[in-house]
């Protein structure tokens, strides 16, 4: 059998998308309460675990140090859509979780990207 788990992160960042056209509101600087729900999928290790929340927590607290209450265009290398910034975490994940499967990484309650390892 194959399991998922899962866990939530939140934290609150600023960022603008200047490449975008004048008039699109993303062009200014703006900022949302983020929320990166992380997953990691496999089989039940010796524990009964796909791996221990803890673990996940662990590898994602330097992670969310670095992003709370900064402005996300000083800390990625690109434009900080909801998708690079996805990208950027499992990049940062993936070493020390070797269960990762994919990241969400919610902008509002109404958005969501997905980025799959």
């Given amino acids: 059998m194959k399991f998922t788990v899962s866990k939530r992160f939140s934290f609150e960042a600023a960022h603008s998308l200047p490449h975008l056209p004048i008039g699109h509101k993303c062009r200014n600087i703006h ?62 994940l993936a070493p020390s979780l070797p269960t990762l499967s994919h990241v969400h990484v919610h902008e509002t309650a109404r958005t969501c990207a997905r980025v799959e390892r």
């Fill in 31 to 92: 900022g949302h309460s983020y929320v990166v729900e992380v997953f990691c999928s496999g089989p039940l290790d010796a524990r009964g675990f796909v791996v221990d929340f803890a673990e996940i927590s662990d590898a994602m607290r330097p992670i969310v140090d670095q992003l709370d209450h900064q402005n996300l265009n000083d800390v990625l290398p690109l434009y900080s859509t909801a998708e690079n910034l996805g990208a950027w975490i499992v990049e940062r």
